[in-house]
Structure formats: structure tokens, C-alpha cells
């Protein structure tokens, strides 16, 4: 069975950092894009960064652009998120989802297994 466990997130001040891992188990994901999705309470899960399956192309919303960063470790079954700079606006679950397209989704429809969530709260 597939599973997805998210990890990193915690509690931080505005213009700090962290770090988010999500390890996938019960498959091998390293021909299919991934990504880190985030909501708030009260609205729709929406795309944060994407990954390509090779890491060669990557998706970001403008707002995240140059502060956060996202990679994988293919060979650890692992997706991280670097997140700088980071503000207020940025709290929220953090998802890591995995699509079934080898390239860039920009979609939630596109991406069929989901972990949990891993809470992210900013102090100003």
C-alpha cells in the first residue's frame, strides 16, 4: 500500500526557515512528478511547487517564487521543500501528493496519492 508521511513542519517567525521531507513507501515513484500542495482553513487545497519525475523542471506560484525550493532524492523515495523567507500569509497543511504524469502538474485532479499533512504556522 502506498503511503506518503510529511515531515518538518512546526512553528517559526516571519523571515525564518524549514525545511519539509515526505517520504513515499509501498511503491517507487521516480518516473512521476511530485509536488507540495497547501490549504487553509476555509479554502481550497492549491498547488505550492512542482517536480518533475528527473527534477529538471519545476513549478512554482508566484508567490512562492524565489523563496521556496523544492527537490527529490529519487534514490531515498523522498520530495523536500525549502521554504525561506518565509511570512504570515505562508501558514497552512502542507500536502506532498504524487502524480501519475512524468512531467509538471499544476493540477490536483493530475495527482492521485496524497499524504496527510504536516502543519505550518508562522508568527509575525
Known amino acids: 500500500q502506498v503511503h506518503l508521511a510529511e515531515s518538518g513542519g512546526g512553528l517559526v517567525q516571519a523571515g525564518g526557515s524549514l525545511r519539509l521531507s515526505c517520504v513515499v513507501s509501498?511503491?517507487?515513484?521516480?518516473?512521476?512528478?511530485m509536488g507540495w500542495f497547501r490549504q487553509v482553513p476555509g479554502k481550497e487545497r492549491v498547488l505550492a511547487a512542482a517536480?518533475?519525475?528527473?527534477?529538471?523542471?519545476?513549478y512554482y506560484t508566484d508567490s512562492l517564487r524565489g523563496r521556496f525550493t523544492i527537490s527529490r532524492d529519487n534514490a531515498k523515495n523522498t520530495l523536500y521543500l525549502q521554504m525561506n523567507s518565509l511570512k504570515p500569509e505562508d501558514t497552512a497543511v502542507y500536502y506532498c501528493?504524487?502524480?501519475?504524469?512524468?512531467?509538471?502538474?499544476?493540477?490536483?485532479?493530475?495527482?492521485?496519492?496524497w499524504g496527510q499533512g504536516t502543519q505550518v504556522t508562522v508568527s509575525s
Open positions: 501528493a504524487v502524480s501519475l504524469f512524468a512531467g509538471v502538474r499544476d493540477e490536483g485532479k493530475d495527482y492521485h496519492y
Open positions: 509501498g511503491g517507487t515513484f521516480s518516473r512521476f512528478a
Open positions: 517536480i518533475s519525475w528527473g527534477g529538471d523542471h519545476t
